[in-house]
């Protein structure tokens, strides 16, 4: 089954750090760009970081650049998203997407179910 | 990075057709046509539903057209049915590897 499946949020206190998974199958993940897009329950989409196929491209969203690092290993079919100094705006419901090509283009065609992280004293 | 322009709401009788726009800059929907519209309905997780401006993947019906022009996309409804009621997002490709979504619209069918 083509899907991805993402863990690792959960409860932190603020300047604490927090590491999401994401556990991709069913289809060749080192073809594709990997990225991370998040939520506020009710509110709008917001990406977050993003990676080509080989790790050569990494990008990150203003908001979270010099605190979130997303990597990938291609031969754990797995992506991460590395997060420190967290503070309350970054809780949400965190989607590991898949990208249409090998490098960033935004073309989202899978998304997992997400990982709540809520970041609270 | 600042976000793409969307109006928060648009809507239609069934049958009709509604036209949501979404306004970015020179350094976005205006230099780059890789923009993306995505359909999510409540509880759910996005879908795509227009790639590269103007392009459907599978399955999206043709009822559903993307277009560019300068630094504005568009996202046309055509003979809208009850299931189309949903928030709908665009996104753009901003360089250096960076992507920005528009705020989302509302879009409610009368």
């Known amino acids: 089954e083509v899907q991805l499946v993402e863990s690792g949020g959960g409860l932190v206190q603020p300047g604490r750090s927090l590491r999401l998974s994401c556990a991709a199958s069913?289809?060749?993940?080192?073809?594709?760009?990997m990225h991370w897009v998040r939520q506020v329950p009710g509110k709008g989409l917001e990406w977050v970081s993003g990676?080509?196929?080989?790790?050569?491209?990494?990008g990150h969203a203003d908001s979270v650049k010099g605190r979130f690092t997303i990597s990938r290993d291609n031969a754990k079919n797995s992506l991460y998203l590395q997060m420190n100094s967290l503070r309350s705006e970054d809780t949400a419901l965190y989607y590991c997407?898949?990208?249409?090509?090998?490098?960033?283009?935004?073309?989202?065609?899978?998304w997992g179910r997400g990982t709540l992280v809520t970041v609270s004293a | 990075q600042s976000a793409l322009t969307q109006p928060p709401s648009a809507s239609g009788s069934p049958g009709q057709s509604v036209t949501i726009s979404c306004t970015g800059t020179?350094?976005?929907?205006?230099?780059?046509?890789?923009v993306a519209w995505y359909q999510q309905h409540p509880g759910k997780a996005p879908k795509l539903m227009i790639y590269e401006v103007s392009k459907r993947p599978s399955g999206v019906p043709d009822r559903f057209s993307g277009s560019k022009s300068g630094n504005t996309a568009s996202l046309t409804v055509s003979g809208l049915q009850a299931e189309d009621e949903a928030d709908y997002y665009c996104c753009s490709y901003a360089g250096y590897s960076v992507e920005v979504f528009g705020g989302g619209t509302k879009l409610t069918v009368l």
């Open positions: 069913g289809f060749t993940f080192d073809d594709y760009a």
């Open positions: 020179s350094s976005d929907i205006g230099y780059y046509d890789y």
């Open positions: 990676t080509s196929w080989n790790s050569g491209s990494t």
């Open positions: 997407v898949k990208d249409m090509q090998p490098d960033i283009f935004g073309y989202f065609d899978l």
